[in-house]
């Protein structure tokens, strides 16, 4: 049961500084995301999690254990994690036996051993898979490997470096399922960088959104799909809609954007910010009085829902509206656009960070 | 709970992930360079004794100009035939559909295995060799062709066939192809190669000698066996060193910055095999053509000379002259994989010790065997208990060939992802777990390719053997050359055959693929 | 390479290494009895003589075979360390290199009387064995008129037809005694003259038998065994024939082959005992006819098909100043034929 402590590290790499005052506490046993474009250091975090890169300040602690302080650090082999990295790294001199069983102190006795790899490879369904070398499995079958040989020391965590990236859309889905839910049964404490964001709010407990080596916001998948600090973090979790908008400074807040018509006063204080709108929060409904229109410019059919494409006068860029069911309009249409869901005001001027 | 602390940790992080190199490498790299050194110290410490007028009389006489000239044109000649040949046949066995690869990859290895003054011997006694400077390039063009030939077809094999497709569909022909896409990704691998060559043909007595050409080598000959003036050789010798320091600055500054610490290269396919009549019958005369003249050749003439033989073969003679052989230069190539490898592991850290340790190496290969055998006369009969034993001439050996062993070394090493070791650290292992668990077993077939090549050329080695040997111990090499110093070419023979076929064992093992790595590389 | 296979490559090569140091030792056994020698002279032909003296006193011989040139300039670079306790060399040049170098020990008056004066060093270290008279070989149908004196070779009619060697250490004790009878000055435009007549340069003298054999050169300086050595080893007659010059003229010079005791050999009286057995009526004798080369001791034996020793009327030449071979080299050089 390790919690995974990280505060305001900071690392170098040559000249650059690559993270910055980065904050993150994943609690013990969960399985947290980190999200975030490339480049933004999450690849960086996680080989200074497990020790590959030191750090230039701030603290690293695993439970109770302080792993690193300042550029103080206990070396990778005595931090007891699982890491596995994007290329997998299977020795390819040793067979899948072997690589199981690598970590594996050299105390233990032959049949001990044995019995952890046995243990280890039925975990990921690979069960007589002993004796073969890692050119004879496929992409996937090495994934799992990598992962029994992670595990089979009991790590208190494990890191994840977008693992399943280089496997076909399918396998990856069923892999990803099942990876996440032994570490979650195993209550490992464990830390995924991934690119897929449907990926990570299905099975993480915990997301962290990353941006220029900074993490800027963490929280719940919900939490953080519901309620992003900014559109471009919005942008990390989902497809978002920003709009400008000005809000009436009254006791009753009055908007204003393409969506939101309200006719009449305009006077009084006025500000100017943006509203955030996801694309299942608007409804589209049959020309109606009362209700901003559009024009439909394009459908994007996926079977169970489609996105539809939108000119929204006041707005220039064309607007992405999710509808599931039957599309009941065609492409030229002019409808009627709904706004559902939460108001999400993003000050023009934001204060601070 | 250990904690491990640096000063300046983004130094650390730069972009050397391997990590610093602990004490006991560089205390194991710095006794390599110690005994790299030593052959130099000597030749120092004698030339210092040379009085001036002396000093100047052999720095600036015609002579040496001349002696310089005609090293220098001869290596630039021999290095670039070799460079042409070797490419070529390489590029023929790689991109050729032809029957019988395997075979025709080991034969035209197997040129290496014949001595310098062998093969010399057998075209001399052919009649037909041009006068002594093209008959000098000819053969040693000939003997040192195989490392260039197999630095390139380690390089060809790791060359993605999907790049020429690429480079076929904007345009360019083969030949195009060739020196924009491929040559760029073999240049460093035959480079390598080429400072063998070069190297070699500085060092190189033998064949010289033979054909009277008047390079640095055979001016020390002649100077310690004429004056016994050991200052002024000495003061030649350096200038000898002072040629192959700028052979290999030259080498360095060539190579591009490689891009091998990452083996990133996804080979997705192989290189297209020319298919047609044409290209596979010329491919096929070329290669037939060059085992033709530089293996069937003198193979044929030894033959010849064995089978004119009126006395019987001393078989009791033969067996000893092999086993001595073959257990001597095994030593001594186990002794510089020994010396070799903290070498080779500092070099791929791009450390400052590594870097001159290799330089240091290299630059011994190029003296000639007398002078490490004074050298290490100087130097052992100080010491009664190890002169003239085998450990010292086993030791002799790995100084001489240690530059063979690291450069091959060095490349397997650096071939091991970096990635697999970061991985092995973060499975518990340590530093020296990792080096013996991971790191070695992956860069043994290029370890085992380095000490077989010094295995080989120790089993050549003539001038520093019959010096340093132990009185009563002959090799295959000191054998032939007692017999063809009395001009008993016959009696030789024997042992020559003997000599070339045990040769052809290491060298057969050399030029063969290797399995292993190209695995890790294919997936 | 797994576990047990390395393990297994380790234990064949320990079992090697200690074979190999083992055979190195072998040298140490019978450290009372038993002779270390450096002969430039090769094992073919010196081994009988070797062999023979072991059977008749029982002392062991240790021999190192090498380039006389070669075992000098080691055991100048061994200096008061080498382990050598006797020199045999082929050649004078190389012995009093050595000698230069004080490394050599007086040798026995009764061992020096054997040989005439000209055929021992003044300084008293080292003594003649055999005798290698220069001579011209030559092809009897190409060469009708044979010169008498190494003057006639530097003109016109010679062009392109001579062999040398200079390389060799015994054209060079050859040019050397030129310098030590003419002067430098005069050496000096002699072989200025030879060179302009285009000679035709090898390195062994067995080479320019053979050449003139396969018809590439007329004639060629050489030492006079070589011919019947090169008969020897091609198992044929060959185009080939010796031939002296007039009286002490120095084409006919005889270099010699000696021995010399180093001054730290521990053995010195075993070493004076082998000078002695080599010195000796029957083994001089048996230099004749097994080696082909003259007997310093019984100048009047003749080698197969060659005027005795004394019969040659070599020149005379100080013997031991051969050693400076300096000067010839640098002479040769300037001229450029070395």
Not at chain 1, 28 to 39: C, E, H, T, V
Not at chain 1, 182 to 202: G, I, N, Q, W
Not at chain 2, 19 to 28: C, E, R, T
Not at chain 2, 381 to 403: D, H, R, V
């Amino acid at each position: 049961m390790t919690t995974l402590e990280i505060k305001d590290l900071g690392v170098h790499l040559g000249a650059r500084e690559v993270l910055r005052n980065l904050n993150l506490t994943i609690p013990s046993g969960s399985f947290a995301a980190l999200l975030g474009p490339s480049g933004c250091g999450k690849t960086t975090l996680l080989r200074t999690i497990a020790g590959l890169v030191r750090p230039s300040s701030g603290a690293i602690r695993f439970g109770k254990q302080l792993v690193s302080v300042s550029s103080l650090v206990l070396p990778p082999h005595k931090r007891n994690i699982g890491y596995l990295p994007q290329e997998g790294g299977l020795f390819p001199h040793l067979s899948v036996g072997e690589n199981v069983g690598f970590a594996l102190s050299k105390s233990i006795s032959d049949l001990d051993r044995k019995s952890v790899i046995e243990e280890m490879l039925e975990l990921v369904g690979l069960t007589g898979y002993t004796a073969r070398k890692p050119h004879q499995l496929s992409g996937g079958q090495q994934t799992r490997v990598a992962l029994a040989r992670a595990l089979a020391i009991r790590p208190a965590i494990v890191l994840l470096d977008e693992p399943f990236s280089n496997l076909d859309h399918a396998l990856r889905a069923e892999l990803s399922g099942e990876v996440v839910s032994l570490l979650k049964k195993s209550k490992t404490t464990s830390l995924m960088v991934t690119h897929d964001r449907e990926d990570a709010l299905v099975s993480a407990d915990l997301i962290a959104l990353m941006r220029d080596g900074h993490v800027v916001q963490s929280g719940t998948p919900e939490g953080v799909y519901m309620d992003p600090v900014s559109a471009d973090i919005a942008e990390s979790t989902g497809d978002i809609l920003e709009l400008p908008a000005r809000r009436l400074m009254k006791k009753r807040a009055k908007l204003l954007s393409p969506l939101h018509l309200v006719s009449g006063e305009t006077s009084g204080e006025i500000e100017a910010g943006s509203i955030l709108i996801r694309p299942e929060e608007i409804r589209v409904h049959e020309k109606k009085a009362g209700l901003p229109t559009a024009k439909i410019t394009q459908i994007n059919y996926y079977g169970h829902d489609a996105v539809l494409e939108l000119a929204l006068p006041g707005y220039s860029k064309e607007i992405k509206v999710r509808v599931t069911g039957p599309v009941q309009f065609e492409v030229g249409k002019t409808v009627s656009l709904e706004h559902f869901g939460p108001i999400r005001w993003v000050s023009k001027n934001p204060t601070g960070e | 709970m250990t904690i491990i602390g640096q000063k300046n940790a983004s130094q650390a992080n730069g972009a050397k992930h391997r990590g610093a190199p602990s004490l006991a490498l560089i205390a194991a790299g710095l006794f390599t360079l110690a005994a790299a050194a030593l052959p130099v110290a000597y030749l120092i410490r004698r030339a210092l004794q040379i009085d001036s007028e002396l000093l100047r009389t052999v720095l600036f006489r015609a002579k040496t100009l001349e002696i310089f000239i005609t090293t220098i044109s001869l290596v630039l000649a021999v290095v670039a035939f070799a460079t042409l040949i070797g490419i070529s046949i390489a590029w023929a066995l790689s991109n050729v559909d032809l029957p019988g690869l395997a075979l025709l990859r080991a034969l035209v290895i197997l040129p290496v295995a014949i001595p310098s003054y062998v093969f010399t011997y057998s075209w001399l006694s052919l009649g037909f060799l041009p006068n002594g400077f093209l008959a000098a390039v000819v053969v040693l063009t000939l003997t040192t062709t195989p490392y260039v030939t197999l630095a390139a077809l380690a390089a060809f094999r790791r060359i993605d066939g999907a790049q020429l497709d690429v480079a076929q569909t904007l345009g360019l022909n083969q030949l195009e192809s060739f020196f924009r896409v491929t040559f760029p990704q073999i240049r460093n691998a035959v480079g390598a190669g080429s400072l063998i060559v070069a190297l070699y043909v500085l060092s190189d007595f033998g064949a010289v000698s033979l054909l009277g050409v008047d390079t640095f080598t055979r001016a020390i000959q002649n100077t310690y066996q004429g004056s016994f003036d050991r200052s002024s050789a000495a003061l030649l010798a350096l200038i000898l060193v002072a040629i192959s320091s700028l052979v290999i600055y030259f080498e360095i500054s060539f190579r591009q910055r490689s891009t091998l610490l990452k083996s990133s290269v996804r080979i997705t396919r192989r290189l297209p095999a020319l298919r047609t009549l044409k290209s596979r019958a010329w491919a096929l005369s070329a290669i037939l053509l060059y085992i033709f003249v530089a293996l069937l050749t003198p193979l044929l003439v030894l033959l010849q000379r064995f089978f004119s033989r009126i006395t019987p073969i001393d078989l009791t003679e033969l067996l000893i002259a092999s086993l001595s052989t073959i257990s001597v230069s095994l030593l001594g190539a186990l002794i510089a994989m020994v010396l070799a490898i903290p070498v080779a592991l500092l070099a791929v850290r791009e450390t400052w010790i590594g870097r001159w340790s290799e330089r240091a190496v290299l630059l011994v290969h190029a003296l000639p065997g007398i002078v490490m055998g004074l050298a290490l006369v100087s130097f052992g009969s100080e010491f009664p208990l190890i002169y003239q034993t085998t450990g010292l001439l086993a030791f002799a050996y790995s100084i001489l060939f240690l530059a063979r062993s690291v450069g091959s070394i060095r490349t397997s090493f650096a071939k091991v992802p970096i990635n697999l070791t970061e991985i092995a650290s973060t499975l518990g292992q340590t530093k020296s777990r990792i080096f013996y668990r991971v790191t070695l077993p992956l860069a043994a077939p290029g370890v085992l390719t380095g000490t077989l090549l010094v295995f080989l050329s120790a089993m050549k080695e003539l001038p520093a053997t019959l010096m340093l040997r132990p009185t009563g111990f002959e090799t295959l090499a000191t054998e032939i050359w007692n017999n063809t110093a009395i001009f008993r070419f016959s009696e030789a023979a024997p042992y020559a055959l003997l000599l070339v076929a045990i040769a052809a064992i290491p060298t057969f093992l050399i030029s063969r693929p290797d399995r292993d790595s190209e695995r890790g590389e294919l997936q | 390479m797994t576990n047990s296979r390395l393990k297994a490559l380790i234990s064949l090569l320990s079992a090697l290494f200690l074979t190999a140091s083992l055979t190195a030792c072998a040298g140490g056994e019978n450290e009372d009895a038993s002779l270390t020698i450096y002969s430039g002279r090769s094992q073919e032909f010196i081994e009988p003589f070797f062999a023979a003296f072991t059977e008749a006193t029982g002392i062991e011989l240790d021999v190192r075979y090498g380039d006389s040139a070669a075992l000098a300039a080691q055991i100048l670079e061994e200096g008061d360390n080498s382990p050598a306790d006797l020199f045999l060399s082929q050649d004078a040049g190389a012995l009093g290199a050595v000698a230069g170098a004080k490394l050599l020990a007086s040798l026995d008056q009764s061992l020096l009387e054997r040989v005439a004066s000209n055929y021992r060093a003044p300084s008293k270290d080292w003594v003649a064995i055999t005798g290698r008279a220069r001579v011209l070989a030559y092809a009897p149908d190409r060469l009708a008129a044979l010169p008498t004196s190494i003057d006639e070779l530097i003109a016109e009619n010679w062009k392109g037809r001579l062999a040398i060697a200079p390389t060799n250490s015994s054209f060079q004790a050859f040019i050397t005694a030129m310098i030590q009878t003419r002067g430098e000055a005069a050496t000096e435009t002699w072989l200025r003259a030879l060179q302009k007549n285009s000679p035709k340069l090898y390195e062994k003298n067995s080479l320019i038998v053979q050449a003139i054999d396969a018809g590439d050169v007329d004639a060629g300086l050489v030492n006079h065994y070589y011919t019947w050595e090169v008969a020897e080893e091609l198992g044929r007659e060959i185009n080939v024939k010796n031939s002296f010059f007039s009286p002490e003229d120095l084409g006919n010079l005889v270099n010699v082959s000696g021995a010399g005791i180093l001054r730290t050999s521990k053995q010195q009286s075993l070493a004076s005992e082998l000078i002695a057995f080599l010195l000796s009526d029957e083994e001089q004798a048996r230099f004749v006819v097994d080696t082909h080369e003259y007997s310093i001791v019984l100048p009047e034996l003749r080698p197969e098909g060659l005027p005795a020793l004394n019969e040659i009327k070599a020149p005379r030449v100080d013997l031991a100043n051969l050693s400076d071979l300096k000067r010839t080299q640098a002479l040769l050089i300037k001229v450029g034929l070395l």
